[in-house]
């Protein structure tokens, strides 16, 4: 794309400000613990040898009663002074850190607090109808896109007939499949799964009774009998029936013949 654009100075320098920002930052950063790492260390050196000094002093000058006293006190003081320190040290590595875990919250919050488009429906009940698809005069454009993708498209597939689309790279095959399952809202126009309108579904109710198969074929971990049988389903667990025909229907017997008995069930 950058290539198609001519775009590549652009870029270039575009990396290269935020490779500077960046640079600038760390060697800000850098330079500030190599003083303040030194200093701290330096103190917390000095300070226990600065007590033991004055403590041996007062010890000196101490009766022979009062120095076993002394001395108790001063190791409980030097310890003291020690933790002290190494909470200062801990402060220095929190303000070291703290700018970075600052803008990776707000890339975060970014995506927290973004609130989704798609919003959930509220049917959950059966329907008389089972297997029916319908699109009516549906039309949908990317959100900020200023032409349609797909343009009053309308058509219906009855429970045991399949349906096959037909275009060029681009042409919004894969896009029109994707309305279905609601990936995305159709701009105008209506989806029917079953005879209800696909946003007027449950989520999870609409994901249990539309199986969709992606262009990348992927296998999630596990055996193939826990792929084939994955999350819920309305007609209950499939029998081993069922399993095999998924499975001749899918091409895939030559592959999974090759598998083990384990990675099979």
């Not at 200023?146 to 919004?172: H, P």
């Not at 209950?236 to 099979?264: W, Y």
Request: net charge neutral; charged share 25%; glycine share 6%.
């Amino acid at each position: 794309v950058i290539r198609a654009f001519n775009a590549e100075k652009y870029q270039e320098d575009r990396f290269e400000d935020a490779n500077q920002k960046l640079t600038n930052t760390q060697m800000f950063n850098q330079r500030m613990m190599s003083i303040m790492s030194p200093t701290m260390y330096l103190i917390m050196n000095l300070l226990p040898l600065s007590i033991y000094i004055i403590g041996a002093g007062l010890i000196n000058n101490a009766g022979m009663f009062d120095r076993l006293n002394l001395f108790s006190d001063m190791v409980v003081f030097s310890s003291y002074a020690m933790q002290v320190i190494m909470a200062f040290l801990m402060l220095a590595m929190i303000f070291v850190m703290y700018p970075r875990a600052s803008v990776s919250v707000e890339r975060i919050m970014e995506v927290i607090d973004t609130k989704t488009k798609i919003t959930d429906g509220e049917f959950l009940g059966n329907t008389k109808l089972m297997g029916e698809v319908e699109f009516k005069n549906v039309s949908f454009k990317y959100p900020d896109a200023d032409e349609y993708v797909l343009e009053d498209i309308s058509f219906k597939v009855n429970k045991g007939e399949v349906i096959a689309f037909i275009g060029s790279t681009g042409s919004g095959k894969s896009t029109l499949i994707n309305l279905i399952p609601r990936f995305y809202d159709a701009t105008s126009g209506e989806i029917l799964v079953d005879g209800i309108n696909v946003k007027d579904y449950n989520f999870e109710y609409l994901n249990n009774i539309v199986g969709y198969v992606p262009q990348k074929a992927v296998m999630f971990s596990g055996s193939v009998l826990s792929n084939i049988t994955f999350g819920k389903n309305r007609h209950g667990k499939p029998s081993k029936e069922r399993v095999k025909a998924a499975i001749r229907g899918s091409q895939a017997e030559e592959f999974v013949s090759k598998l083990d008995d384990k990675e099979k069930a």
